[in-house]
């Protein structure tokens, strides 16, 4: 079941938008460091789980075991660059300026 992480986190991602863009607060400031932690738990999740779980490549979509691990370690450096982001005194100022 860790596509349920997945679908969760994506779907959600549309809402936090919305309110970073209409109604920023300290409590929407808590809201997306929960989420950003929670999208990091699951991204090395998935990487736990692609290097203990034997699998196929992905001929589909092209993609080799070494492939799909590349790109969950590179979501998993962006995903630490939004949590670094979020730190940052310009980010925190604009949802605590109300």
């Not at 203990?52 to 962006?78: C, K, M």
């Amino acid at each position: 079941m860790p596509l349920i992480g997945d679908f969760i986190i994506g779907t959600t991602a549309f809402f936090l938008v919305y309110g970073i863009l209409k109604k920023p607060s300290s409590f929407l400031w808590g809201i997306l460091l929960s989420w950003n932690i929670l999208g990091l738990i699951d991204l090395i999740g998935a990487i736990a789980i692609s290097l203990s779980v034997p699998y196929e490549p992905i001929p589909e979509i092209d993609l080799t075991s070494l492939g799909v691990r590349f790109i969950l370690i590179l979501n998993t450096f962006l995903q630490i660059s939004c949590l670094y982001f979020l730190f940052k005194n310009e980010v925190k100022n604009h949802f605590h300026k109300l």
